[in-house]
């Protein structure tokens, strides 16, 4: 029997709630009132589910509402934070400013302070000596202490200042180091004949002890002298009828490194008065004696020990002090024998503007020196000293670099660094002699190790000990540049033979070398390194000589590098007249002397010598 | 006599330093500015030249590097002045060409011993 259904689906919110059937065999009053009872369920079901729904919808919505509110606070919160710290970096950058104004503020007050009072000071001082002397001279003895009272009183406030003034100096970091080379010895003498007066005052007895073969030290030359004088001067003040002994010896520290430093170790010892370990402590700050009461009974200012530190740590050197009360003090000053200047960060130099080809474009009567080292540190020194003298200075890393550039560049001279790794410096000596085109050119050795004699015999010109010193490596320099070879000159030649014939002729009478084979070649060495004078070949594959002519003589740089044209071509009267326009001098292949070409060569160049 | 040129403006300092030179038993002449001191020099030919390095005009470094420059004033010796006393003064002379130097206030002694050993250097 088919039996026919009505199937409706309940549904709601995507789910199945369940089915409203109607059945065919009931019958139909039954069939339509269960319908309807089946309906009013399924509205009611359907309103339940509705409404649980709603609820839920509404608890979603409240949520999400809620969230809202919260992200809403906290954006506002942040945004609070980040204006208020917005205003406090500005607060800090203004209080920073004003900082650093009233710290120059303060350091030009103090300069200008230091001058406007030492000239009335000088005054002072002066004429009360000058009415001493009258006083002597004139036998007025019963003023001469009351005069003498005054002069004093005018240095020991001179002391002050100075001393004021130092350390102002070295806080507000205007302090440089300035390394030069000194006789131990000298220095010693120097100090020790300055205090002998006032050892002899206190009656004490002065010993020096300093071997005679101690040597020179390199260190900045006022700042040990001053802390040594702060020192012995210490030790005859705080002493009577002692003795103050000054012992320098050579001592050997050996770094964790495994190099091997040497020290110059400077002992003050006394048989003064001596200090309690409390003391001891707060020697070295500023404003602090050992003792107030000391102030009154010795003077000073209580900076000296404080200004003796500063220096000596700038110098890479420590002084201690060891001292029992009563019985006497000893200073003990350590210096590195060598002294390295300390770079601050603002003045590292930036190795990526020292390219070949950033520092090429230089004009052409710049003389170039090609730095060749390994250490970070020593190129940046020389490059700094050099390009502060107007040199222009390019840098290789390495021998083989080295090598390489100067190939490239032909400088006017070459620093050449001993201990490299692969290549080192005398292999590189060694190319460098045994190139035609780069045997002239001037090599300064420069090491910690000394080897002026392997150095000299494999050719260089001279001999820099590192550290290197400014002032002999601007003197060396100076001298050998002044002296070295002319040029460089730009050969191009498609003829090997005739090339290197011709390069020969030039090395041989002192010239530098470019050398190219071939027009492109030709060009990317004048781009590199613009050369004082080209000799060119007309005939040439690719680009011809006359092309080049017209490329440089249409390039504002180089339109006057002067050109002498040497050419196996017979010129046409109308060509010879024309080249002759744009070129210094024509010679004819086969048709010169070669002492010609190189009188005109000195013609052409000596002739050109202004700057382009 | 012994003379020596004393270049500084500071009229004080200038009379103290004279009269006690003088005193001393030196020639003493004087010049008020580095341009006058270049002329003095030149004239007068002083055995030894006491320089006041902050001059008004041409200081005391320009001036020295004059006198140095010139192969009539060269050989005499220069003994630099200076009131700063900063660090790297000292340095500052010498590379102008100063023979040696000495900071103010004078200590007479001690700048007549440096003269001394500039004006008799085997002595």
Redo the contacts between chains.
Sequence with gaps: MLELFIVIPIVAAAALYGFVTYKKEQSLRLKREQLIKNLQEAERSLMQTNKRLEKTIQERVDDVQRVNDRLCDEVRERKLMESLLAHNVKIADEARERAEEANRTKSEFL?NM??EL??P???I???S??LE?DAIDQGQDSLINDIKKIRNA?KHL?SLI?DV??LA?IESGK??L?LESFDINKLVKDVVDTLQPTCEKNNNKMVVNCPENIGLMRSDF??VRQSLFNLLSNASKFTHNGEVKLTVKQEVFKAKTGEAQKFVHFLVQDTGIGMKPEHCKKLFQAFSQADSSTTRKYGGTGLGLAITQNFINMMGGEVAVESEYGVGSTFTLKLPQIARQIISKAEEFDESTATVSSILVNPLHTKTVLVIDDNHHDRKFLHRYLSNEGYNVVMAVNGKQGLQMAKEIVPDMITLDVMMPEMDGWETLVALKNDPFLVNIPVVMSSIIEDRHLAQTLGAVDYLSKPVDKERLLKVVDKHIARSARGPILVIEDDPDTLEITCDLLVQAGWLIQAAENSTEALEIIEKSPPMLILLDLMMPEMDGFEVIKKLRYHPQWQLIPIIVITSVELSTSEYAQLSKQVQNIFQKGKYELQDLLNEVNEVVSSSLVPI | MTKILIVED?E??LD??S??LA?KGYQVITAMDGAEGLQMANYEMPDLILMDMSLPGMDGWEATRHLKASPDTNTIPVIALT??????D??KAMEAGCNDYDT???E?DRLISKMENLLNPYG
């Design positions: 300069a230091s001058h030492r000239t000071l000088n005054a001082i002066g004429y000596e000058i002397e005018g001179l100075n003034l130092d100096k302090v440089d300035y006022t700042k | 500071n004080m300092n103290m330093l009269r006690r005193r009131a700063h006393a900063m660090v790297g000292r340095e103010k206030p004078v007479i």
